[in-house]
Structures are given as C-alpha cells and as structure tokens.
C-alpha cells in the first residue's frame, strides 16, 4: 500500500494532532517554543529554569544537581541530557524520542545518541559552519542576498583596520563583528582608535573580522523554514535593539514588535523575496529547516541588507509561532517537524507564502526581554511570578492571574511576563529578568520605546527584591559577557 502523502493544511494539522511519536524541546526555558505543545500530541519541554512553579503541564524540570558552571545554553543541555531524572522520563515513554533544541553541539549529539534519540536538526557541525557570520555573508552573495557594504580580513592593528576599511572604501565610521556572537556581545562600533582600544582584545587574533560601513538602520527580523518543498517565510518583524532600560549591550537584541505596516508593503514583499533566496541557497549547502534572518533597512534609501542568520529557532520565534497567520493556518516550527518527521507532504508554497504576505494575516502584539542593567551583582529575594499583569490607572503594575498562554492579554491594559530569575538566583549585569510580551507595538514611529513601554518594564523591574552579597561571600564567576539564554 503507498505511503498517504499529506497534501493541504489541514491534513498537516490533524497529522500532528494524532501525533504518537514523542518530541522533547530541550532548553534552558521553554520561551522559543512556548504554546507548540498545543498543536503538537506527545511534546514535552525539559527545561532547567521553572518559569511557571511547576504549574505548567507539559514541562519538566528536574531537581538542581551539582554541575560545572556553565558558559553556554550547549552546557545546560549536555547537563540535562545525563540528569537521571530526564533520562527516567525519557525511557518510561513509549517510543523512540526525537529532541529539538535551542542551542547544541557535537557532545549533545552524542548524549542523544546514547539516549536512543534523534536531533531533528541538522549536524551541530553544520550548523556552526553557516553560523559563522564571516560565512553568512558568503552565503547571501551566493544567493543574491546583498549585505552592507562591507570586507572581510584579520586585523592586526589600528593602521591595519584603517588601511583594509580605506582599501574597501568604507569611510571613517564603521561596525566590526567577529564570527560569533549574540545579542550585541561581539558587535563593535569603532569611529577612533580610542574605540578600538576599548574592545583590541576581542578584535585582533579572533580570525577573520567583518569589517562593515556603518548606517543608519533599522533592524529586523525574519524567520523562514527550509523545505523539500520550498522555503515558507514568516513575517518581517522590526527588532528592539540596544535600549538602555532593556540591556546594558549596546547593539544588542531586546526584543520584537510584529504587525502589519512596520514597513512599506515594497519592503516587505523584497525581504520575504530574499529571505526565499536565502533558504533556497542554505538547502545547496546542506542546510533545511527553521532559521531566521536579521535585515538591516537604511533609513534614507529603503535598502535592505543583509545582517546575519541564525540557523536555528531564536528569540523571536515566539512571536512567529503565535502570529495570527499561524492560528490561520499552522506555526512554522510545525513545517520543521514535518521536514525532519520523514512524512512525505506536498505544498503550494509558493501560495502559502503569498497567503501570509496578507496584513490580515498579522496581528499586532510586542516583545521585550528585561535585563539587568546596573553593574552590580546580588541575590533576588522577590520576583514576580508568571502570568498575567494589569497596569493600573496611575501606571502602577500589578500580577493579576497566572497563566502561560501569552493570548489570554485582552487589551493593552494587560501583559503576560515569563519569569527568568527567581528568588535566591544571582542578579548581574546582563542577567535576564524575564520577557514580557503586550499587545500593540512598544515603539513610535521613530522606533523609540513608547513612555507605556517604560511604565510596563519599571512596572516589572520593581517587582524584584535583592539583598547584597554576603561579606564573605565572593562574587560569582561569570562568563564574560554573560551567555544569552535564550
């Protein structure tokens, strides 16, 4: 008997509503993928922070167990992939596990192995090839993807720098980035040599630099998925980049805004063109499923350039997977399941792509992710719980009811907060405090926080208590910048 091939929408859904085969999403938080288990029978989160106090049905945090300290969402992973606890859970399911992550690597690979499981990804090596920004930029010329103008080259020196930006004639003002990073962690903004002083160390013997004019730009966002059957492209997102009452990293990523006219239907229709350019070029190197895209679009032109990838789901992808189009029809993270499921499907994707380019198929909702801001460290003795909160008459902001569905925010007068740290957890410059995603943008038109965003994220931050260190009780070490989580 041939294989029923799944031919619309709604076959994919019921697909994975009857879904028997258990799926694990391995995290730091559950934040990237929050909701999917709604869609998806048998999916599970196993997470090392509890957002929800045990609250939450579907995920599974097991108790705290001595480890090293870690550098990396990859270190938490491997942790929770040897935890007796999970490896219980995970034996005690029928079937054969199947994990998605955040962040792995070669070491990951092999725990899952051991565990009897696939990565519905693709290789940890793979990943961190295209990663590479330097690459990034070799990818989108092949694929017709333009970045801004830009060169690449080891830099040895200051004279150096101005000699390679002077031979690509780059001007005096420029942006450097190193291979990899997140988030603005090595993302450098040099005008003199007293800037490039600043940050020589993280620069110079780091391999190839990427050495770009700088512009003036908004940044955005793009998520897409690589298929058999063609790249399906969400919406393009703005970013929230660098405000001081979100992050103390200059240039780093703070969250996102998605709705309907943040941008001209002409650019709009040109990133989600050249973003389907990309996805079509990343399948020739080996590459298929979930990524997402960072745009640069010049203020006085209207170019789009390209900014980096991330070959993986991000931060933003919460926002993609809950983005009306995605209740229309499915979340993109669905397709990805189904690229890696092995089911054979047929799709018109050049019609779903056009079926979501349609505003009507975009609600407005915004994200922020709060870090602490202040160069200090301390133990939180208070911390709001997830849930919904209320802003009162007077700007005040209060907990309301607990729940996880981002979705149950009725009006602008309402926003669900995910907490990050919780009481007795160290409090440090860059440590994240939780997301709290509204309704509505939290920018102007100029792409400045609305005076309502700042009530809401003062409104948040208050909420934490903290006592000071012990007197003998030395700091934490930290990895330097502290690692994203998300």
């Not at 040599?193 to 700088?214: L, N």
């Not at 202040?374 to 208070?382: A, C, G």
């Not at 919904?388 to 669900?416: P, Q, T």
Request: hydrophobic share 35%; with cysteine; net charge negative.
């Amino acid at each position: 008997m041939p294989k029923k091939v799944l031919k619309n929408i709604s076959e994919i859904r019921r697909y994975f509503h009857r879904n028997e085969t258990p799926i694990y999403f391995v995290s730091a938080t559950n934040f990237n993928l929050l909701g999917l288990d709604e869609w998806v029978k048998n999916f599970k989160y196993i997470n090392y922070i509890d957002c929800f106090d045990g609250r939450h049905p579907n995920v599974l945090v097991p108790s705290e167990q001595p480890h090293a300290e870690f550098q990396s969402i990859e270190d938490i992973n491997n942790y929770l992939l040897q935890h007796k606890e999970v490896t219980d859970f995970v034996g005690d399911r029928p079937g054969k596990p199947h994990f998605v992550f955040l962040m792995f690597d070669e070491e990951t690979e092999k725990l899952a192995k051991r565990l009897g499981a696939k990565v519905w990804f693709p290789k940890a090596r793979l990943r961190n090839r295209v990663d590479n920004k330097i690459e990034t930029v070799r990818i989108g010329d092949k694929a017709g993807v333009p970045s801004v103008p830009n060169t690449l080259s080891v830099i040895k020196d200051w004279d150096h720098l101005c000699k390679v930006a002077e031979k690509a004639k780059l001007g005096t003002d420029w942006v450097l980035q190193s291979a990899y990073g997140d988030s603005g962690h090595t993302t450098f903004f040099i005008k003199s040599e007293a800037d490039f002083r600043r940050h020589e160390h993280e620069i110079v013997g780091q391999g190839e630099i990427k050495v770009m004019k700088r512009i003036v730009c908004r940044g955005s966002a793009i998520e897409a998925c690589a298929t058999s059957q063609g790249t399906i492209v969400g919406p393009l997102m703005t970013e929230l980049v660098g405000f001081k009452e979100l992050t103390p990293y200059r240039g780093g990523w703070c969250g996102n805004e998605i709705f309907s006219t943040a941008f001209s239907q002409e650019i709009r229709d040109k990133a989600r063109q050249l973003t389907f350019q990309f996805g079509e070029q990343l399948k020739k190197e080996g590459y298929r499923g979930y990524f997402e895209l960072d745009f640069l679009i010049e203020e006085s032109t209207g170019e789009i350039y390209l900014g980096e990838l991330n070959p993986r789901i991000t931060g933003a992808s919460s926002m993609t997977n809950h983005a009306a189009f995605a209740h229309a029809d499915a979340p993109l993270f669905l397709f990805h399941l189904l690229e890696f499921s092995g089911k054979e499907f047929e799709l018109d994707v050049e019609e779903l792509n056009a079926r979501w380019s349609d505003p009507d198929m975009i609600d407005s909702w915004s994200q922020m992710v709060i870090k602490h801001t202040e160069d200090t460290v301390d133990i939180l003795t208070e911390a709001p719980e997830s849930g919904i909160y209320k802003m009162l008459d007077d700007g005040s902001v209060v907990f309301d009811r607990f729940d996880y569905h981002r979705r149950a925010v009725e009006s602008d007068r309402e926003a669900f907060f995910l907490r990050i740290l919780k009481p007795g957890d160290y409090r440090y410059e860059g440590a994240d405090l939780g997301i709290l995603v509204t309704r509505g943008r939290s920018m102007n038109n100029r792409f400045r926080l609305t005076p309502r965003s700042k009530q809401w994220i003062d409104g948040i931050k208050s909420s934490f208590s903290a006592k000071p260190l012990p007197a003998a009780e030395p700091a934490p070490e930290l990895s330097d910048p502290a690692f994203k989580i998300m």
